[in-house]
Every structure is written in C-alpha cells, then in structure tokens.
C-alpha cells in the first residue's frame, strides 16, 4: 500500500456513501499524513449533505463531491462494496476496510475483519511503518474507533480497543470533541424524528423485536437526515428484552434502505446477505429497489420470524 501512496502523486480519497466517523475520520487521518508528504491529495464524498456531527474532524471543510480526472491513485475507506463508492474509479484503488462481506473489489486490498473500526486497520498500518501520529491524525482515527465501538459498548470491543484508545489519548487525540459531537449533539429535527419514529416503533415476538419504518413523509415533516434514523435504532437496542432491532427506510428516489442491530448469537449479516446487503454479526445493512416499504417489510419478517 505504502508503496503505491509513494509512487502517486495526486491521490483521492473516498468515504462512502453518507459517511459516519469511521470512514470520514479514516480518510482525514490519510489526509494529514499526504500532506506531510507533500501530495496533491482530494478529498471525496458523493454525497452532498453530509452529517454535521461530523464538521469536527480534520479536513472536514475540504471535502469534494466531484472524482478528479488527474486522479493517479485512490484509497476507500470502510466501504465493503464497490457500489458504496457512489463512484467509477479510474484509476489504481486501495480499499481499506474491517467488514467480513467486504467485495475485496481494489487493486490492492487491505482489509482485517478482526478489527473494530477501519480506523484500526489504519492505526496498525501506520504504526507497522514506523509513521508518527500527530494529534488531528489521533482525534481522527479516535472518532472512528469510538463510534463504531458505539463508545466502547459493541460486542466486538475487546483490549485490543483499548490499547488503541490509550495510545491516541497519549497522542493529543481530542477525546472530549469526538465524545461530544458523536454522542451528545442533536438537532431538534433529529429529536423530533426520533420522537416519531419510537411513536410509531412496533414491538414483536415478546418485545425481543423493534422495527421502525420510517416513510418520506416522516422524514419531510420533521426536517431529519438519514443518519438520525441510525441514531434511533441504536437507542431501541436499549430496551428491556430486546435482541434485534430493524429500520427500513424510504429514500427521496423510492429505494429502501435498511438496518438491523443485533446481541448475542442473532447473525444480522447472514439475514442482510438475503437482499443483497451486508456487514458484521451484530450490525447490518441492505439496499433494496423496486419495492415498497411495506412489501419489504413482510419479506424481512419472513427471515426474522425464522430465527424466533
């Protein structure tokens, strides 16, 4: 990897479609080690409207929407499937990433499903390289790491999350900016959608299910982003007797987009692979076109009362 990124001289790098902190932070942490070593580098994203929880990262403000033509090389970051790069990539592609269903889709992959956060798999890079971490590079790989540990509570946190945490800590990593802007910063159309969206929620099989179908009318009346709805399936999560939680919801261009949580031995990966989608064990997703939110509701259902 180290050797293409020597080699390049203009290099983009990619966060996936509506980017979270693991992608975004990922990619700005590759952002300042470029530019330390005196590379053209883009930042890019497909997506226009990208999470304000986010403006806190490093190079948040650089960030391009449209794919470069002088591009030589570009790197992805946790994206499991090329599609998610909302892009065709003319070029050379490094693709980092920690998701077991990753399409291994790069010129050069780079992937261990091992990790909690693609953050790891950078921060491991780097440190088996010999390359110093300097504080916006630690506040960036931190954020990914916390975020997609859901702030050290995932199943898959383990020491190794830890020992990762203390080194960024001891890098100057802004810790408390990270914790704030991923965990306690809301806007009242998120409020106002979560409040709509736990109204509407359906409690299933003993309340061990939660499902939310959130619908564009929802969305438009209460002024949320999609990422608000994945905010208001992880609190459900924390209901009493919960096991598996499930969001579909309707896309301005009539696709659906889904989620599912999970604890314990429900394998939410295995049921997404059903339509399509993917990601690990206890967090999943899926894209589904050509139908309506409730066709595609009923045919979740038929794989969730399987496992009930």
Known sequence: MFKAIENAQHIVLIAHINPDADSFGSASAMYTYLMRLEKKVTLFCVTERINPRLAFLPWFDKMRHQFPKSAELAISFDCGAYKRLGVEVPCDLINI???????AYGTINVIDTTAISTTQVL???????????????ATALYAGLLDDSH??????TDARSFKMASALTEAKADISACAQALFHHNSLAALRLKGMMFEKMYLLFDARVVI???????????????????????????LPHV??????????????????????????????????????RHAAGLDVEGSSLEACYQKLLTVIKEEF
């Open 123 to 137: 921060y491991d890079a780097f440190n088996k390289h010999g390359i110093k971490i300097n504080p916006k590079m």
């Open 97 to 103: 990433d920690h998701h077991k269903s990753n399409e």
């Open 212 to 238: 939310h179908l959130v619908t564009k009318e929802m969305m438009a009346i209460t002024g949320g982003r999609e990422v608000d709805c994945e905010a208001a399936l992880e609190e459900s999560m924390g």
């Open 243 to 280: 096991e598996l939680a499930l969001m579909l919801r309707e896309n301005r261009n009539g696709s659906i987009k889904g989620s599912l949580r999970s604890i314990g031995d429900l394998d939410v990966e295995r049921m997404a692979k059903n339509f399509g989608g993917g990601g690990h």
């Open 151 to 156: 702030g050290f509570l995932a199943p898959k």
